[in-house]
């Protein structure tokens, strides 16, 4: 299996901003999707942005539309999150996966292991 690594996360104050990174193990990265999700304490993981394997195409959440950007280097096989106009609302563990698509982006599983995410706080 892949093994992915994020990182960046941390405390910000509402308004503020974060990059989070997100680092892949095995040849098959720059072939994928990638993708970004989130969970906060007693709810379940959700989808924030996508791109494909090129670059060329991204979604997001409605709820991040217009704050977060999403970006790879397939060089470094590494995907990026930018996280501006942090709120409350966003605080959350992040994690990165490989998806299907940006259209479909279910997170591929069976042969890309979650990993340990990134925290991010955000205080009002």
């Known amino acids: ?23 892949a193990s095995g040849r098959t990265f720059s072939n994928t999707a990638m993708g970004w999700f989130r ?3 007693g709810k379940e993981r959700e989808f924030v942005a996508a791109i494909s394997w090129s670059g060329s195409r991204t979604s997001y959440a409605d709820s ?3 704050r977060f950007t999403i970006s790879r280097d397939n060089a470094k096989n590494a995907a990026y999150l930018q996280l501006d106009s942090l709120q409350p609302e966003d605080a959350a563990g992040y994690y990165c996966n490989a ?3 940006t259209i479909n982006p279910r997170p591929m599983t069976e042969s890309h292991r979650w990993g340990q995410g990134t925290q991010v706080t ?3």
Do not use: D, N, T
Request: glycine share 18%; with cysteine.
């Open 1 to 23: 299996q892949v093994q992915l690594v994020e990182s960046g996360g941390g405390l910000v104050q509402a308004g503020g901003s974060l990059r989070l990174s997100c680092l």
């Open 99 to 101: 998806v299907l698509s």
């Open 64 to 66: 991040v539309k217009g």
């Open 39 to 41: 969970q906060a304490p």
């Open 122 to 124: 955000v205080s009002s």
